[in-house]
């Protein structure tokens, strides 16, 4: 009795504990199996009509047998309309269907008088159907309601007529094949429904791989293009930065659909093809080049970036073209600024070790010379004035001689300071080896700057957007003091007032920050060697200003640019924007 009782509890307790289909699986096989109920139905009342024709009875079927397949015909019809319209408490409603088939099939089999094949097989789907759509112990009442109804009409049946062994025995092993059908059913869902979660986990973990994946594509410094049949299947942010192509503006279009993945698939398309029509259109040749790549060969070559119109900012592009499985291409563009900047880095740092190796052993002897200079000067003068009370042919031609001492020692000073500000330009690549980059707001930074660095010049500020950039805020004050500072030189040598304009602007994904002067310009013989080391055209300067500027500029991503073509004298800085807002105002 105790096996028994285990055996029952623990059914019990793992039917208490079995897995459902989901509710959408639920409802599509809801509408599948009430619309099977009112096939049925309906083709039991024609063949039942059918079936009285054909043995030419004048008498039509029993008034039980009518009225049982006409109310199944409506209420199966009901049924199917219900499910179909009303989406809550589906289980609830596929369990009144069932033990309505069960009650049904029941009469049928009384005024069939005995079991029958047919009617058996309809039991099955029911009891089968039971344990797929509800929950295990629901389908286990229903089987259980089939049985008894199944063997207590027999009985009955035996009762009102005469008592047959045979239909009992048919009737029990109906009952019998009613467990097993339930079972090997219960079975099959079980494992049905393992499978969707399994599937619906698989699809869930490619979701969240395809999300991540689509997130690192789109967060990647390089681009990213992939090629497929001739057209572009996918282009990341920083493919249309490094070919300045701008992304296209989606318009506020009403859309008919519902559907967010739809709506989300039409605006990837659009902007997929709008990245191709300006590929075709501005950068022609690297299309080509990319197309004319043979199935599954590599390629690797340097791309120089066009001309853009608005900014003329010059770059190259190392791309890569790598075969897929799919005949399709992956196309990666890489800044070949950063590779300079990296390179940048490791002169810089080079350069600082050597600088302050040497800078103790040449300013200490560069010191000695210079006061040694100052105090020789200082005993001159004094000479000079104690000359001036004596008489005699040694006090006349004393202080000539002097006096030309005196020039000598003018110029070893002025030449020891001249290559002191040379040492304290180059340790300057020694104090700043690493840039240390920051969020700078240009309209906020620049203005505090100009007050703390260039009060009472001319300096004239136009700010035509709101940029952020990411610098070394020491360095790129060193820049901006080195450009401003021959701005306003030169811009002296040609006119008798010296002023320096700055324009602050957006060209595509860079900010531009224009320096400019009204001097006489670069000469096209000395633009090669501008940014040159010890390169100058001045003979008070030192020729590291530039240099430094630039070797500045690419430790920090950006570049420094002489633009010949402008109307004034023009240097250009030219920054990756982070974050730009193109607000058009103007502030001066």
């Known amino acids: 009795m105790k096996p028994a009782s ?11 504990h079995d897995d459902t289909l989901s509710l959408p699986q639920l409802r599509k096989l809801g509408i599948i199996y009430s619309s099977y109920r009112f096939v049925v139905s309906l083709f039991s009342m024609l063949m039942l009509y059918i079936a009285a024709r054909a043995d030419n009875s004048a008498s039509l079927p029993s008034f039980l047998q009518q009225t049982t397949l006409s109310f199944y015909v409506l209420l199966s019809l009901i049924l199917l309309g219900l499910f179909y319209v009303v989406r809550t408490q589906m289980r609830r409603q596929l369990a009144v ?52 109804f199944v ?67 789109t967060q990647m410094v390089n681009g990213v293009i992939v090629i497929d049949r001739h057209h572009i299947v996918l282009a990341n942010l920083a493919a249309h930065q490094l070919l300045s192509i701008s992304l296209s503006p989606l318009r506020a279009t009403r859309s008919t659909s519902n559907n967010e993945d739809e709506i989300l698939d039409n605006a990837q398309s659009t902007l997929l093809s709008h990245f191709e029509q300006q590929l075709t259109q501005q950068h022609s040749q690297l299309f080509k080049a990319c197309l004319s790549v043979a199935t599954g060969q590599s390629r690797t070559f340097t791309y120089d970036v066009p001309a853009i119109a608005n900014a003329s900012i010059f770059g190259k592009l190392r791309v890569q073209i790598i075969p897929l499985k799919d005949d399709s291409k992956l196309i990666l563009l890489e800044d070949l600024r950063r590779e300079q900047a990296s390179a940048q880095q490791l002169k810089l740092a080079s350069l600082g070790q050597l600088t302050a190796s040497i800078a103790h052993e040449i300013r200490n002897p560069l010191a000695a010379i210079s006061q040694a200079s100052q105090l020789l000067m200082e005993d001159i003068v004094q000479v000079d004035v104690e000359s001036t009370t004596d008489d005699g042919v040694l006090a006349s031609s004393m202080p000539v001689d002097l006096a030309g001492n005196h020039e000598l020692y003018e110029m070893i000073f002025s030449q020891t300071k001249r290559v002191n500000r040379i040492i304290e330009d180059i340790l300057k690549l020694s104090r700043q080896q690493t840039a240390t980059q920051q969020s700078i707001v240009l309209a906020q930074w620049l203005p505090e700057f100009l007050d ?60 531009i920050i224009d320096v400019l002067d009204n001097g006489h310009g670069v000469s096209e013989a000395d633009l090669p060697y501008l940014f040159d080391p010890f390169f100058t055209t001045d003979k008070a300067g030192t020729g590291l200003g530039l240099y430094l500027s630039q070797a500045f500029c690419e430790a920090n991503q950006a570049r420094l640019l002489y633009i010949p073509e402008h109307p004034k004298s023009c240097f250009r800085l030219v920054v990756p924007a982070v974050n730009s807002k193109n607000n058009a105002q103007i502030s001066e």
């Open 97 to 148: 269907g069932l033990v309505l088939d069960v009650i049904i099939l029941s009469l049928l089999l009384y005024t069939a008088g005995a079991p029958d094949l047919q009617l058996t097989m309809l039991y099955m789907v029911v009891v089968a159907a039971s344990f797929m759509l509800l929950h295990s112990s629901q389908a286990l009442v229903i089987t259980l309601l089939a049985i008894i």
């Open 151 to 217: 063997i207590y009409q027999q009985f009955f049946y035996a009762i009102a007529n005469s008592m047959s062994l045979n239909n009992l025995g048919d009737a029990l092993l109906m009952s019998a094949s009613f467990l097993a059908v339930g079972g090997l059913s219960w079975s099959i869902s079980q494992r049905l429904v393992q499978l969707e979660k399994v599937a619906a986990n698989h699809a869930k973990e490619v979701e969240r791989l395809n999300v991540i994946n689509q997130e690192v594509i």
């Open 452 to 511: 703390n660095h260039f009060q009472g010049h001319d300096i004239f500020l136009r700010v035509k957007t709101q940029p952020t950039i990411s610098f070394d805020t020491h360095q790129l004050e060193q820049i901006l003091i080195n450009l401003i500072n021959n701005g306003l030189r030169y811009s002296s040598y040609a006119h008798p007032h010296a002023y320096v304009e700055m324009d602050i602007y957006c060209a595509d994904n860079d900010v």
């Open 6 to 16: 285990s055996l029952v509890s623990a059914i019990i307790r793992y039917a208490h």
